[in-house]
C-alpha cells in the first residue's frame, strides 16, 4: 500500500455534480486554502462529471437511452457510431469549458480521442464478429456496458489531473479502468497495484471510480460503483476518514419538497441510518460502501463543496442521538404494491417461491409485510418488469389473486426513535392533511417507521411528517438555507 503514516490520510469522493463546476471544486476542495504538504495525505476518487454516465449507459430516473441502450437495442453500425460520436462531443465540450484555449486542452482532447475511438472500433468488430451467427451479442452486453462506463470517470479523473498539475499541484491521474491492459486481478489487487508507488506524503492520486474487476462492477453495484471503490480504497488504506462531497447538505428533507427555510442539516448520525437512507434510493451512500466502511469502523462525513467552512454530516458506528428524535422525513415516490392473496399463504412457503421470481427478474424489495393470507412486497422496478413478474407469478401460482398498485413510501428514520407518542403523532398529522394511509412498517429497532399512501400524496406527506415530527418537535440547530449555529444547549438537544 502507499507509503504512508498510519491513519495519516483521508480517502474522498467527489460527485458528478461537484466535478462538474470546476472552478468551485479546485478552490473549495481540491485547494481550498492549502499549500505545500498541506495538499497532500488525501485520495481523491472522481465520479464522471454530472450526465456524462446517463449519456454512457441510459438516463438514470427517465431511461432515456444513452449509447449502451442505443447500442443494445439498434444492434447497428450506425446507431453506435452516433451515439459514441455524441459522447465525443459533449466531452470536447467539457474539455473546452475546463481548460478554455490553453495547451492541456489539446492533451485532453487527445485523451478523450484515444479512449473514445478504442472503444467505438472495439464494439464495430464485436458487430461484426456477431454478424457470422455462431457468436451471440447477449453475452457480451454486460461486458460492453463496463467498458462504457468506465470512460466517463476516466475522463474526470484526467481532467482533474491535468488541471491540478497546471496549479502547481504533484497530481497523479490513477487510471483503475483496466484500458488496454490485460492482466485480470480482483478489485483489492487492482487498487493495490495502483497506489503502491505513490507517496501519499507528496503526491495527489486522482483515482477512477470505475475499477475494472471480475464480475463487474456496474454489474455488481449498478451506479453506486464509484462509492464502492471509493470504501473499498478507504478500507484498504486504512484511512483516518471517508469523505464524500456532493452539492447539498444531508439535510432532514428534500429542498424541493420542503422549503429550504424550514430543513434542518444532520450534524451526526449513524451507518444504520445510512442503510435506510439508501433502501430508499436517497443519494448519500451504496449499501455495500457502508458496509466495508462500518465493518472498519472509518468515520463518514457528507460535505457540501459549495460550503466548505461547513463540517457536513458525519456518520459512525456507535453514534445514538442525545434524545429520541426523527433526523430525516424521506421516501419512495414510485413504488409497486404487489400483494399476492392465497389462503394460508403465511405457513406454505410460498415467500420463498416469491423471492425466487422477483431475483429471477432483478426486482428489488424495499419492504415487505404479511399476514394469515396475504403477503404485499413493495418493489422499486419498472412497469413493464412488473407486468412479467405477476404474469410469471400467476402461471405458478393460478388459485391466488395478485394485485400490482402504484403507491408511495414515506419514512421518518433517526438514530433513536424510541420516543413514546412519535407514532401517534405521525398518524395524526398524516390525518390533518386529509392523507389516506394504506400501511404503516416498525420493527422494534426503533429506526425507522414506513408509512404507505398514495402515490399522488408523496410530496404533501413530507411535508407534513417534516412539520410534525421534526419542526414542530424541537429546536433547529442549523438552517440549511443559513448554516447560522444556534445556541450550545440548543444544538446539543437537536443531536448535533
Known amino acids: 500500500m502507499p507509503n504512508r503514516k498510519p491513519s495519516a490520510h483521508t480517502v474522498e469522493k467527489i460527485g458528478g455534480t461537484s466535478i462538474s463546476n470546476t472552478a468551485a471544486v479546485v478552490e473549495n476542495v481540491l485547494i481550498g486554502g492549502r499549500n505545500g504538504s498541506a495538499l497532500y495525505n488525501r485520495i481523491f476518487v472522481v465520479s464522471a462529471y454530472s450526465g456524462m454516465t446517463d449519456r454512457l449507459l441510459e438516463h438514470k430516473k427517465t431511461g432515456k437511452p444513452g449509447a449502451y ?45 484515444d479512449r473514445i475511438e478504442g472503444v467505438r472500433d472495439c ?40 488541471l491540478l498539475k497546471t496549479l502547481g499541484v504533484e497530481a497523479t491521474f490513477v487510471d483503475m479502468t483496466g484500458w488496454r491492459d490485460e492482466t485480470e486481478m480482483n478489485l483489492d489487487a487492482r487498487i493495490e497495484t495502483a497506489l503502491s508507488a505513490i507517496d501519499l506524503g507528496k503526491q495527489l492520486p486522482i483515482v477512477t471510480g470505475y475499477s475494472r474487476c471480475p464480475g463487474g462492477l456496474v ?21 483516518r476518514e471517508a469523505i464524500i462531497h456532493k452539492e447539498y447538505h444531508l439535510s432532514t428533507a428534500d429542498p424541493k419538497i420542503v422549503d ?81 392473496f392465497e389462503q ?48 410469471a407469478l400467476e402461471e405458478a401460482f393460478p388459485t391466488a389473486a395478485i394485485v400490482a398498485r402504484k403507491v408511495s413510501i414515506v419514512s421518518a428514520i433517526g438514530s433513536d426513535l424510541n420516543l413514546q407518542g412519535l407514532t401517534a403523532t405521525a398518524v395524526q398529522a ?25 402515490e399522488s400524496r408523496f410530496d404533501d406527506a413530507v411535508r407534513a411528517l417534516h412539520r410534525a415530527l421534526i419542526e414542530d418537535s424541537r429546536p433547529a440547530s442549523r438552517s440549511a438555507a443559513s448554516g447560522v449555529e444556534l445556541s450550545k444547549a440548543e444544538s446539543h438537544a437537536a443531536g448535533r
Not at 73 to 79: D, E, F, T
Not at 354 to 376: D, E, Y
Open 219 to 239: 454489474q455488481l453495484y449498478g451506479r453506486g460503483y464509484t462509492e464502492f471503490t471509493f470504501a473499498r480504497i478507504a478500507v484498504l488504506t486504512g484511512a
Open 260 to 340: 429550504i427555510e424550514r430543513i434542518r442539516t444532520i450534524g451526526h448520525t449513524n451507518y444504520d441510518v445510512a442503510y435506510q437512507l439508501s433502501n430508499l434510493e436517497v443519494e448519500a451512500i451504496h449499501s455495500a460502501a457502508a458496509k466495508e466502511l462500518l465493518h472498519t469502523n472509518i468515520p463518514l462525513r457528507f460535505k457540501n463543496t459549495f460550503e466548505p467552512g461547513d463540517e457536513g454530516t458525519l456518520i459512525t458506528r456507535d453514534y445514538i442521538s442525545d434524545i429520541p428524535q426523527a433526523e430525516f422525513i424521506t421516501g419512495h415516490r414510485e413504488v409497486c404494491a404487489l400483494e399476492f
Open 123 to 162: 464494439l464495430l468488430d464485436l458487430l461484426r464478429l456477431c454478424s457470422y451467427g455462431h457468436f451471440r451479442l447477449e453475452e457480451h452486453l454486460k461486458t460492453v456496458r463496463e467498458v462504457l462506463a468506465a470512460l466517463g470517470e476516466a475522463h474526470s479523473s484526467h481532467n482533474t489531473a491535468l
Open 344 to 391: 394460508m399463504v403465511g405457513v406454505s412457503g410460498y415467500d420463498a417461491e416469491i423471492l425466487q421470481t422477483l431475483k429471477a427478474h432483478a426486482v428489488r424489495v424495499i419492504t415487505k409485510t404479511s399476514n394469515a393470507n396475504t403477503i404485499t412486497h413493495y418493489l422499486a422496478a419498472a412497469p413493464d418488469v412488473i407486468a412479467s413478474v405477476v404474469q
Open 69 to 113: 441502450a442505443r447500442f443494445a437495442g439498434a444492434r447497428s453500425r450506425s446507431a453506435l457510431v452516433e451515439a459514441i460520436a455524441d459522447v465525443h462531443r459533449e466531452m470536447r465540450r467539457i474539455n473546452a469549458e475546463v481548460f478554455g484555449r490553453s495547451s492541456e486542452r489539446r492533451v485532453a482532447d487527445r485523451f478523450v480521442r
Open 430 to 454: 398524516l390525518a390533518d392533511a386529509c392523507i389516506e394511509i394504506l400501511g404503516v412498517h416498525q420493527l422494534m429497532r426503533h429506526v425507522d417507521i414506513i408509512f404507505i399512501v398514495d
